[in-house]
């Protein structure tokens, strides 16, 4: 499988390069399948090559720090979603994975890489809370999770309760992540105030039912 894998790609690039211009599709599609059988080098560097003949939309950009980041080349990726941002300043994905691309590098938070960068992800969401209420959520749970681990409790539960207020659609996880916070705390009857809230929204949430049970016994 690997050599006729070696064979298509080479097809690839024979068919690329058989005009005057280097046909772009084909060399999207080649990263496409680069991409999906997990050769993410490859697919990095063959999409990069559009980025070099001026194909440099959004979904561009994404795609090649996506693939650097799948390949653990944090640094090449943080380039990647730097100059995105830069050429596209209101595309809020680009600020997202730099984000991203931060706490991979730093997993330990022992550096604290990521959490100005999701702090600048928030307030940039901030502008439009309702459009942009992926970004908040994803950059409210790290802050929300790094506070906790650094026993920050009541930033913590201010990231939370704001995460509680983005849509009802948050409401069951911030609840599930205050009750976290309580449980660490120490802190029992809150814990449990917090799984009877998500109980009352979903009366058959299983993992709440069970911390209730865990607190009791």
Same mark, same amino acid.
């Given at each position: ?85 830069? =050429? !596209?300043? /209101?595309?809020?994905?680009? %600020?997202?994975? $730099?984000? +991203? ?50 026993? =920050? !409790?009541? /930033?913590?539960?201010?990231? %939370?309760?704001? $995460?509680? +207020? ?52």
């Amino acid at each position: 499988a690997e050599k006729e894998l070696v064979k298509a790609f080479e097809a690839y690039e024979k068919a690329i390069y058989f005009t005057e211009e280097e046909d772009l599709n084909l060399i999207y599609e080649k990263g496409t399948v680069q991409y999906s059988a997990r050769r993410y080098a490859d697919a990095a560097s063959t999409w990069s090559r559009l980025l070099e003949k001026g194909r440099d939309t959004e979904n561009d950009f994404i795609q090649v720090g996506r693939a650097y980041y799948q390949d653990k080349q944090f640094d090449k990726a943080d380039e990647i979603f730097g100059k995105m941002t830069t =050429k !596209y300043p /209101d595309n809020l994905q680009g %600020y997202l994975w $730099m984000a +991203n691309t931060a706490s991979a590098k730093d997993p330990d938070s022992e550096l604290g890489l990521a959490k100005p960068r999701f702090q600048t992800l928030v307030q940039k969401a901030s502008v439009d809370s309702v459009k942009y209420v992926k970004e908040m959520y994803d950059a409210l749970r790290y802050l929300g999770y790094e506070s906790l681990q650094a026993k =920050k !409790y009541d /930033d913590a539960k201010a990231y %939370y309760n704001r $995460m509680m +207020n983005l849509s009802p659609d948050y409401r069951v996880k911030a609840h599930s992540s205050l009750s976290t916070m309580y449980m660490t705390m120490g802190d029992y009857s809150k814990a449990t105030e917090e799984n009877n809230k998500i109980l009352a929204i979903e009366p058959g949430h299983e993992s709440a039912r069970s911390t209730i049970q865990y607190i009791i016994q």
